[in-house]
């Protein structure tokens, strides 16, 4: 119900990328949560934006003013456009969605929170 659509690759510092995502989830009026994490090896996954049924974003303090998530709603689609990136963001990405919930920011640190995951696609920054 969650698949992720590509958008992964290696990239040099300072460029761009953007994931892409599908949730077929059912939308009970507001109460969903879709979401974007990344993990390093030996790290815990980091959440890094958030977008909710009630269309609140939320974007963690490492990626906000640099990436956008965004939702069509029609397409049943979320993305992350990911741009000035650094070495720091070399990680797998993934997508995430959370069904009967509002979207708060405390939802970045709450991965278990999350109904459906994407497979994960890797981002590779270099200096």
């Known amino acids: 119900q969650v698949q992720q659509l590509g958008g992964g690759g290696s990239v040099q510092a300072g460029g761009s990328l953007r994931l892409s995502c599908s949730a077929h989830?059912?939308?009970?009026?507001?109460?969903?949560?879709l979401g974007w994490f990344r993990q390093t090896p030996g790290k815990e996954r980091e959440g890094v934006a958030l977008?909710?049924?009630?269309?609140?974003?939320y974007y963690s303090d490492s990626v906000r003013g640099r990436f956008i998530i965004s939702e069509d709603k029609v397409a049943n689609t979320f993305d992350l456009q990911m741009n000035s990136l650094k070495p720091e963001d070399t990680a797998k990405y993934y997508c995430?969605?959370?069904?009967?919930?509002?979207?708060?920011?405390?939802?970045?640190?709450?991965?278990?929170?999350?109904?459906?995951w994407g497979q994960g696609t890797q981002v590779t920054v270099s200096s």
């Open positions: 995430a969605a959370a069904r009967g919930l509002l979207c708060y920011r405390y939802m970045l640190q709450e991965p278990t929170q999350y109904n459906y």
């Open positions: 989830i059912q939308r009970d009026a507001r109460m969903y949560c």
């Open positions: 977008i909710g049924g009630n269309d609140d974003i």
